[in-house]
Protein backbone atom coordinates (compact mmCIF):
# COMPACT_ATOMS: atom_id res chain seq x y z
CA UNK A 1 0.00 0.00 0.00
CA UNK A 2 1.07 3.42 -0.99
CA UNK A 3 0.72 6.46 0.65
CA UNK A 4 1.81 8.56 -2.03
CA UNK A 5 -0.87 11.01 -3.27
CA UNK A 6 -3.14 8.75 -6.54
CA UNK A 7 -2.85 11.94 -9.05
CA UNK A 8 -5.37 12.97 -11.27
CA UNK A 9 -5.92 10.53 -14.69
CA UNK A 10 -6.28 7.21 -11.70
CA UNK A 11 -9.18 5.26 -11.14
CA UNK A 12 -11.09 5.71 -8.17
CA UNK A 13 -13.44 2.09 -7.51
CA UNK A 14 -16.40 2.76 -5.75
CA UNK A 15 -19.02 0.18 -4.04
CA UNK A 16 -22.25 0.96 -4.48
CA UNK A 17 -23.48 2.60 -6.90
CA UNK A 18 -26.72 5.02 -6.33
CA UNK A 19 -26.96 8.52 -6.18
CA UNK A 20 -23.94 9.09 -3.80
CA UNK A 21 -21.73 7.26 -6.56
CA UNK A 22 -23.10 9.64 -9.22
CA UNK A 23 -22.43 12.40 -7.46
CA UNK A 24 -18.96 11.19 -6.18
CA UNK A 25 -18.07 9.96 -9.85
CA UNK A 26 -19.09 14.03 -11.21
CA UNK A 27 -16.81 14.95 -8.39
CA UNK A 28 -14.00 12.63 -9.29
CA UNK A 29 -14.94 13.69 -13.17
CA UNK A 30 -14.07 16.86 -12.17
CA UNK A 31 -10.79 16.44 -11.06
CA UNK A 32 -9.59 14.40 -13.94
CA UNK A 33 -10.05 10.73 -12.43
CA UNK A 34 -11.40 7.76 -14.21
CA UNK A 35 -14.37 5.69 -12.29
CA UNK A 36 -14.98 2.52 -11.96
CA UNK A 37 -18.04 1.35 -10.08
CA UNK A 38 -19.40 -2.35 -8.60
CA UNK A 39 -22.70 -2.30 -8.42
CA UNK A 40 -23.90 -5.25 -6.69
CA UNK A 41 -25.73 -6.66 -9.48
CA UNK A 42 -27.91 -4.38 -11.67
CA UNK A 43 -26.79 -2.76 -14.80
CA UNK A 44 -27.30 1.00 -15.79
CA UNK A 45 -27.15 2.11 -12.41
CA UNK A 46 -27.83 5.86 -11.17
CA UNK A 47 -23.70 5.42 -10.69
CA UNK A 48 -22.78 3.37 -13.11
CA UNK A 49 -24.19 5.65 -15.87
CA UNK A 50 -21.73 8.18 -15.45
CA UNK A 51 -18.84 5.90 -14.17
CA UNK A 52 -15.76 5.04 -16.81
CA UNK A 53 -16.63 1.36 -15.95
CA UNK A 54 -19.77 -0.72 -14.43
CA UNK A 55 -18.83 -3.63 -12.82
CA UNK A 56 -22.86 -5.09 -12.97
CA UNK A 57 -22.08 -7.91 -10.73
CA UNK A 58 -22.65 -9.51 -7.18
CA UNK A 59 -20.48 -8.16 -4.44
CA UNK A 60 -19.64 -11.76 -3.68
CA UNK A 61 -18.86 -12.83 -7.40
CA UNK A 62 -15.74 -12.98 -6.51
CA UNK A 63 -14.19 -13.01 -10.21
CA UNK A 64 -15.73 -9.91 -11.17
CA UNK A 65 -14.53 -7.89 -7.57
CA UNK A 66 -11.26 -9.37 -8.81
CA UNK A 67 -11.98 -7.16 -11.90
CA UNK A 68 -13.23 -4.52 -10.41
CA UNK A 69 -10.20 -4.17 -8.10
CA UNK A 70 -7.28 -4.67 -11.03
CA UNK A 71 -8.80 -1.85 -12.65
CA UNK A 72 -8.62 0.81 -9.26
CA UNK A 73 -5.96 2.76 -8.00
CA UNK A 74 -7.92 3.27 -4.39
CA UNK A 75 -11.42 2.02 -3.53
CA UNK A 76 -14.31 3.82 -1.73
CA UNK A 77 -17.86 3.31 -0.36
CA UNK A 78 -21.11 4.76 -1.27
CA UNK A 79 -22.80 1.60 0.64
CA UNK A 80 -21.87 -0.23 3.39
CA UNK A 81 -23.86 -2.89 3.16
CA UNK A 82 -21.82 -5.19 1.89
CA UNK A 83 -19.77 -7.67 2.81
CA UNK A 84 -16.26 -6.58 3.21
CA UNK A 85 -14.02 -9.32 3.58
CA UNK A 86 -13.49 -10.91 0.31
CA UNK A 87 -13.00 -7.26 -1.35
CA UNK A 88 -10.77 -6.26 1.38
CA UNK A 89 -8.67 -9.38 0.76
CA UNK A 90 -8.49 -9.11 -2.85
CA UNK A 91 -7.62 -5.75 -3.02
CA UNK A 92 -4.71 -6.18 -0.75
CA UNK A 93 -3.37 -9.32 -2.35
CA UNK A 94 -3.65 -6.82 -5.41
CA UNK A 95 -1.47 -3.71 -3.18
CA UNK A 96 -5.24 -1.71 -3.74
CA UNK A 97 -5.82 1.13 -0.64
CA UNK A 98 -9.84 0.57 0.48
CA UNK A 99 -10.67 3.58 2.24
CA UNK A 100 -12.19 4.12 4.60
CA UNK A 101 -10.59 1.06 5.78
CA UNK A 102 -13.31 -2.28 6.07
CA UNK A 103 -13.14 -2.74 9.70
CA UNK A 104 -15.44 0.76 10.08
CA UNK A 105 -17.52 -0.56 7.56
CA UNK A 106 -17.92 -3.47 9.26
CA UNK A 107 -18.44 -1.44 12.16
CA UNK A 108 -21.35 1.06 10.59
CA UNK A 109 -22.86 -2.19 9.24
CA UNK A 110 -24.27 -3.58 12.17
CA UNK A 111 -25.78 -1.53 14.82
CA UNK A 112 -24.38 -4.02 17.99
CA UNK A 113 -21.12 -3.32 16.71
CA UNK A 114 -21.44 0.60 15.94
CA UNK A 115 -23.10 1.36 19.84
CA UNK A 116 -19.58 -0.68 21.20
CA UNK A 117 -17.11 1.30 18.68
CA UNK A 118 -19.07 4.35 19.76
CA UNK A 119 -18.65 3.87 23.66
CA UNK A 120 -15.46 3.38 22.93
CA UNK A 121 -14.79 6.55 21.29
CA UNK A 122 -16.39 7.82 24.78
CA UNK A 123 -19.62 9.50 22.93
CA UNK A 124 -23.02 9.02 24.82
CA UNK A 125 -25.59 7.34 22.75
CA UNK A 126 -29.04 6.30 24.20
CA UNK A 127 -29.88 3.29 26.48
CA UNK A 128 -30.20 -0.20 24.23
CA UNK A 129 -29.93 -3.77 24.66
CA UNK A 130 -28.60 -6.70 22.05
CA UNK A 131 -31.19 -8.53 21.86
CA UNK A 132 -31.73 -12.34 19.68
CA UNK A 133 -34.18 -14.36 21.79
CA UNK A 134 -37.62 -13.54 22.79
CA UNK A 135 -36.74 -13.50 26.61
CA UNK A 136 -34.36 -10.75 26.08
CA UNK A 137 -36.98 -8.42 24.01
CA UNK A 138 -39.31 -8.80 26.41
CA UNK A 139 -36.22 -8.04 29.40
CA UNK A 140 -35.24 -4.93 27.24
CA UNK A 141 -38.38 -3.71 26.87
CA UNK A 142 -38.74 -4.10 30.36
CA UNK A 143 -35.85 -2.75 31.61
CA UNK A 144 -35.71 0.00 29.04
CA UNK A 145 -39.28 1.11 29.97
CA UNK A 146 -41.75 1.72 26.90
CA UNK A 147 -42.04 3.09 24.56
CA UNK A 148 -38.81 1.84 22.97
CA UNK A 149 -37.48 1.09 19.11
CA UNK A 150 -36.44 -2.02 17.69
CA UNK A 151 -34.25 -2.10 14.81
CA UNK A 152 -32.43 -4.36 13.21
CA UNK A 153 -28.65 -4.94 13.94
CA UNK A 154 -28.05 -5.55 10.18
CA UNK A 155 -29.11 -3.93 6.70
CA UNK A 156 -31.61 -1.22 8.19
CA UNK A 157 -31.61 2.37 6.34
CA UNK A 158 -34.34 5.16 6.01
CA UNK A 159 -36.11 3.67 9.09
CA UNK A 160 -36.45 0.18 7.45
CA UNK A 161 -36.28 -3.03 9.79
CA UNK A 162 -37.04 -0.69 12.80
CA UNK A 163 -40.59 -0.87 14.83
CA UNK A 164 -41.66 1.15 17.30
CA UNK A 165 -43.07 -0.72 20.98
CA UNK A 166 -45.40 0.37 23.50
CA UNK A 167 -45.04 -3.29 24.93
CA UNK A 168 -44.68 -6.22 24.36
CA UNK A 169 -45.75 -9.73 25.25
CA UNK A 170 -43.95 -13.20 25.12
CA UNK A 171 -46.53 -14.04 21.92
CA UNK A 172 -45.44 -10.46 20.27
CA UNK A 173 -42.11 -10.42 21.28
CA UNK A 174 -41.36 -14.23 19.44
CA UNK A 175 -43.22 -13.02 16.24
CA UNK A 176 -40.51 -10.20 15.87
CA UNK A 177 -37.53 -12.23 16.83
CA UNK A 178 -38.60 -15.10 14.19
CA UNK A 179 -39.17 -12.03 11.60
CA UNK A 180 -36.01 -10.89 12.20
CA UNK A 181 -33.94 -13.68 12.07
CA UNK A 182 -30.49 -14.77 13.47
CA UNK A 183 -28.62 -11.36 12.97
CA UNK A 184 -30.69 -9.53 16.21
CA UNK A 185 -32.09 -6.56 17.32
CA UNK A 186 -30.68 -3.57 19.21
CA UNK A 187 -33.58 -2.37 21.77
CA UNK A 188 -32.90 1.47 22.17
CA UNK A 189 -34.74 4.11 24.68
CA UNK A 190 -36.72 6.54 22.67
CA UNK A 191 -35.38 9.77 22.74
CA UNK A 192 -37.60 12.66 22.97
CA UNK A 193 -35.02 14.67 20.76
CA UNK A 194 -35.87 18.43 20.11
CA UNK A 195 -33.92 18.05 17.00
CA UNK A 196 -31.88 16.44 14.81
CA UNK A 197 -28.25 17.25 13.76
CA UNK A 198 -25.47 15.57 11.36
CA UNK A 199 -21.45 16.18 10.99
CA UNK A 200 -19.63 15.10 8.10
CA UNK A 201 -15.97 15.24 8.61
CA UNK A 202 -13.34 14.56 6.29
CA UNK A 203 -10.09 12.98 7.86
CA UNK A 204 -6.81 12.41 5.36
CA UNK A 205 -4.42 10.27 5.21
CA UNK A 206 -1.75 12.18 7.38
CA UNK A 207 -4.71 12.33 10.16
CA UNK A 208 -5.54 16.36 8.55
CA UNK A 209 -9.33 16.46 9.45
CA UNK A 210 -12.12 18.91 8.37
CA UNK A 211 -15.57 19.64 8.42
CA UNK A 212 -19.05 21.01 6.91
CA UNK A 213 -20.41 22.17 10.27
CA UNK A 214 -23.67 21.37 11.42
CA UNK A 215 -26.43 20.14 9.78
CA UNK A 216 -30.01 19.78 11.61
CA UNK A 217 -32.14 17.65 9.56
CA UNK A 218 -35.95 16.69 9.44
CA UNK A 219 -37.42 13.20 8.65
CA UNK A 220 -40.76 12.23 7.46
CA UNK A 221 -41.83 8.84 7.38
CA UNK A 222 -37.70 8.00 9.15
CA UNK A 223 -36.72 9.03 5.74
CA UNK A 224 -34.85 12.34 5.78
CA UNK A 225 -36.71 15.25 4.40
CA UNK A 226 -34.92 18.93 4.72
CA UNK A 227 -31.87 19.90 6.03
CA UNK A 228 -30.47 22.85 6.79
CA UNK A 229 -27.39 24.72 7.56
CA UNK A 230 -25.92 26.05 10.06
CA UNK A 231 -28.61 24.72 12.59
CA UNK A 232 -32.00 26.96 13.38
CA UNK A 233 -32.70 25.55 16.51
CA UNK A 234 -29.53 24.31 18.61
CA UNK A 235 -26.76 26.49 20.43
CA UNK A 236 -23.35 27.29 19.71
CA UNK A 237 -22.58 25.00 22.61
CA UNK A 238 -24.51 22.03 21.28
CA UNK A 239 -23.20 22.84 18.09
CA UNK A 240 -19.90 23.05 19.13
CA UNK A 241 -20.16 19.63 21.21
CA UNK A 242 -21.56 18.15 17.99
CA UNK A 243 -18.47 18.72 15.48
CA UNK A 244 -16.46 17.63 18.43
CA UNK A 245 -18.03 14.02 18.98
CA UNK A 246 -17.87 14.05 14.92
CA UNK A 247 -14.00 14.17 15.54
CA UNK A 248 -13.52 12.63 18.00
CA UNK A 249 -15.62 8.99 16.14
CA UNK A 250 -13.34 9.93 13.34
CA UNK A 251 -10.13 9.80 14.72
CA UNK A 252 -10.61 7.18 17.25
CA UNK A 253 -11.22 4.73 14.13
CA UNK A 254 -8.73 5.90 12.20
CA UNK A 255 -11.01 7.22 9.27
CA UNK A 256 -9.16 8.00 5.76
CA UNK A 257 -12.58 9.53 4.17
CA UNK A 258 -15.63 10.58 5.53
CA UNK A 259 -17.44 10.09 7.75
CA UNK A 260 -21.38 11.32 8.74
CA UNK A 261 -22.19 11.33 12.71
CA UNK A 262 -25.89 11.63 13.04
CA UNK A 263 -27.23 13.15 16.64
CA UNK A 264 -29.93 13.55 18.65
CA UNK A 265 -29.95 16.99 20.50
CA UNK A 266 -32.45 17.47 23.81
CA UNK A 267 -31.91 20.19 25.37
CA UNK A 268 -27.93 20.91 25.88
CA UNK A 269 -27.81 17.29 25.28
CA UNK A 270 -26.65 15.17 22.72
CA UNK A 271 -26.56 11.41 21.97
CA UNK A 272 -24.97 9.49 18.45
CA UNK A 273 -27.91 7.76 16.99
CA UNK A 274 -25.83 6.71 13.96
CA UNK A 275 -22.49 6.47 11.83
CA UNK A 276 -22.01 6.32 8.20
CA UNK A 277 -18.38 6.14 6.83
CA UNK A 278 -19.38 7.74 3.21
CA UNK A 279 -21.12 11.19 1.80
CA UNK A 280 -24.63 11.66 3.25
CA UNK A 281 -27.74 12.57 2.02
CA UNK A 282 -27.99 15.43 4.93
CA UNK A 283 -24.35 16.35 3.04
CA UNK A 284 -25.91 17.06 0.25
CA UNK A 285 -26.13 20.76 0.34
CA UNK A 286 -22.41 21.13 0.29
CA UNK A 287 -22.06 20.70 -3.24
CA UNK A 288 -23.43 24.23 -4.29
CA UNK A 289 -22.69 25.65 -0.27
CA UNK A 290 -18.79 24.88 0.34
CA UNK A 291 -15.66 25.32 -1.60
CA UNK A 292 -15.40 21.74 -1.09
CA UNK A 293 -18.39 19.51 -1.08
CA UNK A 294 -18.72 15.74 0.89
CA UNK A 295 -17.50 14.39 -2.29
CA UNK A 296 -14.66 16.62 -3.00
CA UNK A 297 -13.35 16.01 0.74
CA UNK A 298 -13.59 12.47 -0.07
CA UNK A 299 -11.55 11.90 -2.99
CA UNK A 300 -9.24 14.53 -1.53
CA UNK A 301 -8.96 12.28 1.41
CA UNK A 302 -8.74 8.89 -0.09
CA UNK A 303 -6.23 10.17 -2.92
CA UNK A 304 -4.10 11.27 -0.10
CA UNK A 305 -4.09 14.64 -1.38
CA UNK A 306 -4.95 18.07 0.90
CA UNK A 307 -8.06 18.58 2.18
CA UNK A 308 -10.28 21.34 0.70
CA UNK A 309 -12.05 24.42 2.47
CA UNK A 310 -15.43 22.83 3.91
CA UNK A 311 -16.92 25.80 5.46
CA UNK A 312 -20.22 26.37 4.13
CA UNK A 313 -22.53 29.24 3.17
CA UNK A 314 -26.52 28.79 4.57
CA UNK A 315 -28.13 26.44 3.00
CA UNK A 316 -31.16 24.22 2.47
CA UNK A 317 -31.86 21.08 1.18
CA UNK A 318 -35.08 19.37 0.54
CA UNK A 319 -35.95 15.57 -0.89
CA UNK A 320 -37.47 15.20 -4.25
CA UNK A 321 -39.38 11.67 -3.29
CA UNK A 322 -40.93 9.20 -5.85
CA UNK A 323 -44.39 10.29 -4.57
CA UNK A 324 -43.94 13.74 -6.49
CA UNK A 325 -44.67 11.29 -10.20
CA UNK A 326 -47.82 10.14 -8.45
CA UNK A 327 -49.89 12.51 -9.47
CA UNK A 328 -53.67 12.16 -10.82
CA UNK A 329 -53.11 14.63 -13.93
CA UNK A 330 -50.48 12.10 -15.51
CA UNK A 331 -48.30 15.47 -15.53
CA UNK A 332 -44.75 15.24 -14.38
CA UNK A 333 -43.52 17.52 -12.02
CA UNK A 334 -43.25 21.31 -12.95
CA UNK A 335 -39.88 21.61 -13.42
CA UNK A 336 -40.04 24.90 -14.86
CA UNK A 337 -42.21 26.04 -11.80
CA UNK A 338 -39.28 24.74 -9.39
CA UNK A 339 -36.86 26.61 -11.48
CA UNK A 340 -38.32 29.90 -11.89
CA UNK A 341 -36.51 30.85 -9.21
CA UNK A 342 -33.24 31.36 -10.48
CA UNK A 343 -31.49 30.29 -6.80
CA UNK A 344 -33.21 26.49 -7.12
CA UNK A 345 -30.09 23.74 -7.41
CA UNK A 346 -31.73 20.42 -9.28
CA UNK A 347 -30.21 17.21 -8.52
CA UNK A 348 -31.92 14.28 -10.35
CA UNK A 349 -30.30 11.15 -9.66
CA UNK A 350 -31.01 9.12 -13.00
CA UNK A 351 -33.79 6.55 -11.30
CA UNK A 352 -35.78 5.21 -13.77
CA UNK A 353 -37.84 3.44 -11.59
CA UNK A 354 -40.51 5.95 -9.63
CA UNK A 355 -41.62 4.55 -6.14
CA UNK A 356 -43.40 6.10 -3.63
CA UNK A 357 -40.67 6.90 -0.76
CA UNK A 358 -37.82 6.12 -2.97
CA UNK A 359 -35.38 9.15 -3.41
CA UNK A 360 -35.24 10.26 -7.16
CA UNK A 361 -33.35 13.54 -6.19
CA UNK A 362 -33.32 17.00 -4.42
CA UNK A 363 -32.87 20.89 -4.33
CA UNK A 364 -30.72 22.98 -2.72
CA UNK A 365 -30.78 27.14 -2.68
CA UNK A 366 -28.24 28.97 -0.82
CA UNK A 367 -29.38 32.28 0.91
CA UNK A 368 -28.40 34.90 3.47
CA UNK A 369 -29.54 32.62 5.94
CA UNK A 370 -30.31 29.06 6.86
CA UNK A 371 -34.28 29.98 7.06
CA UNK A 372 -34.43 32.37 3.69
CA UNK A 373 -32.51 29.59 1.91
CA UNK A 374 -34.88 26.73 3.33
CA UNK A 375 -38.03 28.96 2.64
CA UNK A 376 -36.95 29.21 -0.77
CA UNK A 377 -35.69 25.49 -1.21
CA UNK A 378 -39.55 24.77 0.13
CA UNK A 379 -41.44 27.08 -2.11
CA UNK A 380 -39.84 25.76 -5.33
CA UNK A 381 -40.33 22.10 -3.97
CA UNK A 382 -44.38 23.33 -3.70
CA UNK A 383 -44.15 24.48 -7.02
CA UNK A 384 -43.33 20.96 -8.44
CA UNK A 385 -46.62 19.88 -7.47
CA UNK A 386 -48.29 22.85 -10.29
CA UNK A 387 -48.29 21.12 -13.11
CA UNK A 388 -47.89 22.64 -16.66
P1 LIG B 1 -32.14 5.44 11.93
O1 LIG B 1 -32.40 4.41 10.88
O2 LIG B 1 -31.59 4.90 13.19
O3 LIG B 1 -31.34 6.59 11.40
O4 LIG B 1 -33.57 6.06 12.30
C1 LIG B 1 -34.33 6.82 11.39
C2 LIG B 1 -35.07 7.91 12.12
O5 LIG B 1 -35.96 7.32 13.10
C3 LIG B 1 -34.18 8.85 12.92
O6 LIG B 1 -33.63 9.85 12.12
C4 LIG B 1 -35.18 9.37 13.95
O7 LIG B 1 -36.01 10.36 13.37
C5 LIG B 1 -36.00 8.14 14.28
N1 LIG B 1 -35.38 7.43 15.42
C6 LIG B 1 -34.47 6.42 15.35
N2 LIG B 1 -34.07 6.02 16.56
C7 LIG B 1 -34.74 6.78 17.45
C8 LIG B 1 -34.76 6.85 18.89
N3 LIG B 1 -34.03 6.04 19.65
N4 LIG B 1 -35.57 7.78 19.45
C9 LIG B 1 -36.34 8.60 18.72
N5 LIG B 1 -36.37 8.57 17.36
C10 LIG B 1 -35.58 7.69 16.73
Redesign the pocket.
Known sequence: MTDHPIAPGGTIGIVGSGQLGRMLSFEAHRLGYRVAVLTGGTKDTPGGRVADIEVAAGYDDDLAVQRFVDTCDVITWEFENVEVDMLEHLASRSGVPVRPGSSIIAAAQHRGRERQALMAAGVPV?AFREVTTTRQLVRAVTDLGPPV?A?RVRF????RG?VRLASVDEPAARRIVEKIGDDGLIV????P?DA?VSVVVARGITGEMTHHGVME?V?VN?ILDTTVTPPLSVSHRVAAAAVDMATTIAEHLGLVGVLCV?M?VTGEELVV??IAPRPHNSGHCTIEAASTSQFGQQLRAICGLPLGDGSCRPAAMVQLLGDLWNDPSGHPPGWSEAMADPGVHLHLYGKEEVRPGRKMGHMTCIDVSPDKALERALAARRRLWRRP
Request: aromatic share 14%; hydrophobic share 30%.
Open positions: AIKGYDGQEEVVFENHREFNE
